[in-house]
């Protein structure tokens, strides 16, 4: 009996796939698309588009070497706990308009395979005893996600930012909805813009 159950968990788990990408609007450029995510009221974001720029240029620019790059989001802290050539963990402080600051520990990693013209940076919100939530701060639960980039029919690159955000804090999803989705929209183009800086 309990062989059929696990049997059947199996096939319900097989037969009810991951939720479908929905277009959500294109923006200078960049088209945008949203999914559902199981268990949570708040949703996946993905940003595609294209860029002539070099695979190592796109590459530097996501992973953001040095720290020293722009970007859109408003630190009160950030700490780099610990790197290597392709990981970081970072303790991040940043400021939210109209409701409390926010605080976690972000772990990065770079995959980079030049022979094949493809990069990958992920990034993820981890638990760090070291870091615990700071007295004032809300604790973001989870923040993950990914940058792509690979080489495309017509010689240019694409590049595909993908991100799931859970603010906490008792925040309700239709009301930060619009917010993730222009947050995700800057990040895109500022990351974009370093990479332009970064070229020759």
């Known amino acids: 009996m309990l062989a059929l159950a696990l049997l059947f968990l199996t096939r319900s788990a097989a037969a009810d796939p991951q939720p479908a990408w929905r277009p959500d609007g294109t923006t200078d450029g960049l088209f945008l698309e949203r999914r559902a995510v199981r268990g949570t009221s708040f949703e ?4 595609s588009t ?7 240029r796109l590459c530097d620019a996501m992973f953001n070497k040095g720290l020293d790059g722009r970007t859109n989001v408003r630190f009160k802290r950030r700490e780099v706990l610990r790197q290597t050539d392709t990981e970081r963990w970072t303790y991040e402080q940043i400021v939210v308009p109209w409701v409390s600051d926010r605080d976690y520990v972000m772990h990065t990693r ?8 493809r990069c990958e940076v992920s990034f993820e919100t981890q ?3 070291s870091r615990p939530p700071a007295r004032g701060f809300v604790r973001i639960p989870c923040i993950r996600g990914h940058w792509s980039v690979t080489q495309s029919a017509d010689g240019r690159r694409s590049v595909v930012y993908q991100i799931f955000s ?9 009301l930060a909805s619009g917010a993730q989705r222009g947050a995700a929209v800057d990040f895109v183009k500022v990351v ?3 990479a332009t800086q970064q070229a020759p």
């Open 127 to 129: 638990n760090d005893p």
């Open 166 to 174: 859970d603010p906490g804090g008792g925040i309700p999803a239709f």
């Open 44 to 47: 996946e974001i993905r940003v």
């Open 192 to 194: 974009l813009a370093r």
């Open 50 to 56: 294209t860029s002539a720029l070099t695979v190592d």
């Open 110 to 117: 770079l995959d980079q395979a030049p022979s094949t013209g």
